[in-house]
């Protein structure tokens, strides 16, 4: 059974950084591909990061290119994901999921869910 647990949130003030991370277990960790979604209120939930080990692919939403970096620990079995020079914007609920091998947008796909952790940005 696929387990993930996020940690690292909080709150900060615009400009600042957080950094996310993700413990994966009850799957072969480089089988999988791991991303953080996140969901604001009012908001459907999007992918803002995505890697995958199989082709060592790392997808990244247009809105965190550049001031967000995920990473993988395979020996930790962990995945980070550093936000820098947050925005307002960036607040939300962010979630770590996996999906077999390949990075995926469609969250109907995903094969397990982590229980979230919150981001705030105060302006």
């Known amino acids: 059974e696929i387990q993930l647990v996020e940690s690292g949130g909080g709150s900060v003030q615009a400009g600042g950084s957080l950094r996310l991370s993700c413990a994966a277990s009850?799957?072969?960790?480089?089988?999988?591909?791991v991303a953080w979604i996140r969901q604001a209120p009012g908001k459907e939930r999007e992918v803002v990061a995505c890697?995958?080990?199989?082709?060592?692919?790392?997808y990244y939403a247009p809105s965190v290119k550049g001031r967000f970096t995920i990473s993988s620990d395979n020996a930790k079995n962990t995945v980070d994901l550093q936000m820098n020079v947050l925005k307002p914007e960036d607040a939300a609920l962010y979630y770590c999921?996996?999906?077999?091998?390949?990075?995926?947008?469609?969250?109907?796909?995903?094969?397990?869910w982590g229980q979230g952790t919150q981001v705030t940005v105060s302006s």
């Open positions: 999921a996996a999906h077999a091998v390949f990075c995926t947008l469609q969250l109907s796909e995903f094969d397990g």
């Open positions: 009850g799957f072969t960790f480089s089988d999988y591909a």
């Open positions: 890697f995958s080990e199989s082709d060592d692919t790392r």
